[in-house]
């Protein structure tokens, strides 16, 4: 079988779709709680230990570690990666939170147009979400009466997938990137770095925050992505291997590294069959990605359905919430995301010129 460097001469892969199914994951695994309730939780936890949405989460980690890392190498300057990171997720993020304010909020909220509006947490909800880092989940009035108030409790990933960019722009900054033996020090340093923090975590030596737990937690599926691609002329998709990976995980299933050595055959599988349907992804590719737009709409449509529905099943949320979440999902790849991601270069050329007369500017003032 062929070796990841090689299948990647190709574009004929089912990242598009694998990121779709990860989407729907997240939107199945959220129909328990948003239906029936905060304790609620979906069957699949009982069994792994991880939920069907944290899958999904992990699954575009894995994803965007391997994608990232070779978006930092082709791109001519950290404007250029910069730009292309923040056109792939602020357009269509801004769509939504303005929706949300000002659409859903005021046709769903219990309170009246003028006290909605005149409420500062309209506005701050917008700012606030674009910031990322800590995620305004309510409303005024929004949904209160809902098993699970709040909208768009989906966003809280995107904080920690902006704290991995700059992880990778930061190696790529002091060299780490340059060379397979410098990136090999940092995997072997971070490894070590995971396997210490899980021992003094479950022997309760340190207590970290919130924030440094859960970016540990996701962070590993990130740079198993990254050493993919490091080494993807060394890493075969071989079904052999897949198959040996996956004895493995069963054989340490209830152990203390079943969760990692099952993400690990996770991220192996997604890219063994990314790789390997091709006679499928070169016709799913030309519908386009709605992945991302689909992971941001789902909550608050399935918020809309258990407002409008009370008493609504998990399978019922299921199956309805997914063909309507799919309507915005696809509005917003085919009028915000992929028109900005057709002008990234032209804007990272803006940004740059723009910079450089900063700098030229800067540079030949000299106070009288």
């Not at 250029?80 to 357009?91: E, S, T």
């Not at 997938?161 to 992880?167: G, H, K």
């Not at 270069?345 to 700098?359: H, M």
Request: charge should be positive; aromatic fraction near 18%; hydrophobic fraction near 50%.
């Amino acid at each position: 079988m062929a070796n990841l460097e090689v299948a990647l001469q190709t574009r004929d892969n089912s990242f598009n779709f694998i990121r779709m199914i990860a989407a729907i994951f997240v939107l199945v695994s959220h129909a328990y709680p948003l239906s029936r309730g905060a304790t609620e939780i979906e069957p699949l936890v009982s069994q792994l230990g991880i939920s069907l949405g944290g899958l999904g989460v992990f699954t575009f980690f894995c994803i965007s570690g391997f994608f990232i890392s070779s978006s930092y190498q082709r791109s001519k300057s950290n404007v250029d990666f910069v730009v292309a990171r923040f056109l792939r997720l602020y357009p269509a993020l801004l769509v939504v939170l303005v929706l949300s304010a000002f659409i859903i909020g005021p046709l769903f909220s219990n309170m009246s147009l003028k006290d909605y509006f005149s409420s500062s947490e309209v506005y701050s909800y917008v700012f606030a979400n674009l910031k990322l880092k800590i995620i305004q989940f309510q409303l005024p009035g929004l949904f209160q009466d809902n098993p699970y108030p709040g909208i768009n409790g989906s966003l809280w990933t995107l904080y920690y997938e902006v704290l991995l960019y700059a992880l990778v722009m930061v190696l790529g900054g002091v060299g780490l990137l340059n060379s397979l033996l410098r990136v090999s020090i940092f995997f072997i340093c971070y490894f070590l770095f995971y396997i210490g923090f899980r021992f003094f975590l479950e022997t309760q030596l340190i207590h970290p925050g919130f924030e440094v737990r859960t970016w540990v937690q996701w962070s590993f599926a990130f740079v198993i992505g990254m050493l993919f691609y490091a080494y993807k002329s060394n890493i075969r998709l071989d079904y052999r291997v897949l198959c040996v990976s996956w004895l493995i995980v069963f054989s340490l299933y209830k152990s203390h590294v079943f969760i990692e050595v099952f993400v690990a055959a996770w991220c192996y599988s997604v890219f063994w069959v990314a790789f390997n349907t091709q006679w499928f992804a070169g016709q799913f590719n030309r519908l386009g990605d709605y992945s991302y737009g689909l992971y941001i709409y789902a909550f608050p449509t399935q918020e809309i359905l258990a407002h409008l529905w009370k008493g609504i099943s998990p399978v019922v949320m299921i199956l309805v919430a997914l063909p309507m979440a799919l309507i915005p999902a696809m509005l917003s790849w085919r009028f915000v995301e992929h028109p900005c991601l057709l002008r990234k270069k032209e804007i990272a050329q803006r940004v740059s010129r723009t910079f450089a007369k900063l700098y030229q500017l800067i540079t030949n003032y000299s106070p009288k």
